[in-house]
T-cell receptor
Framework: DAGVTQSPTHLIKTRGQQVTLRCSPK?????VSWYQQALGQGPQFIFQ???????QRGNFPDRFSGHQFPNYSSELNVNALLLGDSALYLC???????????FGPGTRLTVL | QQQVKQSPQSLIVQKGGISIINCAYE??????FPWYQQFPGKGPALLIA?????SEKKEGRFTISFNKSAKQFSLHIMDSQPGDSATYFC?????????????FGTGTRLKVLA
């Protein structure tokens, strides 16, 4: 039973570019949340997707957007990249009715 | 009111000792409190979690103590081992009140000396 998977593992972009990160949830899970973790900090909630809709959003600008597909996988898109967007981006999956969130290994994004 | 305050920032413990990490929260709507372990370059892994209807939960060497009136909870790692050296995060959410997101503490970097 595969856990949460994310791709790519690492990514290097330059300022102003756009990036798409991908996540496949744990088998049986229908809800995906995205978090940003800066170096030495705790994860910060970006948004959560359920039934292909954004259910809740954290304090992130509109440059951050997402999508959930019918198979429950999800994408995180970030436009107009800034140096400050450099971080580990984590995807977590859960059941819509459950509290437990299981995290993937993350995508390390570096913006130059 | 959405914050979760975690202490200490770092901790050094001898092998076989007890590691204790503390967290405090303000939002009484929180009703689920997990602890995560994270190794460098990896995603957080769920260790143990508790709900406010119990004061303690134990799983192996890991114990959560929960004080609802003080709005505090702590992680105790018994017989700490060098392999426990990692960063630990507490978190909170309130699914039943519509807070789907986890609010994370700032993390505690634990080093267990051999």
């Amino acid at each position: 039973d595969a856990g949460v998977t994310q791709s790519p593992t690492h990514l290097i972009k330059t300022r102003g570019q756009q990036v798409t990160l991908r996540c496949s949830p744990k088998s049986g899970h229908d809800t995906v949340s995205w978090y940003q973790q800066a170096l030495g900090q705790g994860p910060q909630f970006i948004f959560q997707y359920y039934e292909e809709e954004e259910r809740q959003r954290g304090n992130f600008p509109d440059r951050f957007s997402g999508h959930q597909f019918p198979n429950y996988s999800s994408e995180l898109n970030v436009n107009a990249l800034l140096l400050g967007d450099s971080a580990l981006y984590l995807c977590a999956s859960s059941l819509s009715s459950g509290d437990e969130q299981f995290f993937g290994p993350g995508t390390r994004l570096t913006v130059l | 009111q959405q914050q979760v305050k975690q202490s200490p920032q770092s901790l050094i413990v001898q092998k076989g000792g007890i590691s204790i990490i503390n967290c405090a929260y303000e939002n009484t709507a929180f009703d689920y409190f997990p602890w995560y372990q994270q190794f460098p370059g990896k995603g957080p892994a769920l260790l143990i979690a508790i709900r406010p209807d119990v004061s303690e939960k134990k799983e192996g060497r890991f114990t959560i103590s929960f004080n609802k009136s003080a709005k505090q909870f702590s992680l105790h790692i018994m017989d700490s081992q060098p392999g426990d050296s990692a960063t630990y995060f507490c978190a909170a959410n309130g699914l039943r009140s519509g807070t789907y997101k986890y609010i994370f503490g700032t993390g505690t970097r634990l080093k267990v000396l051999a």
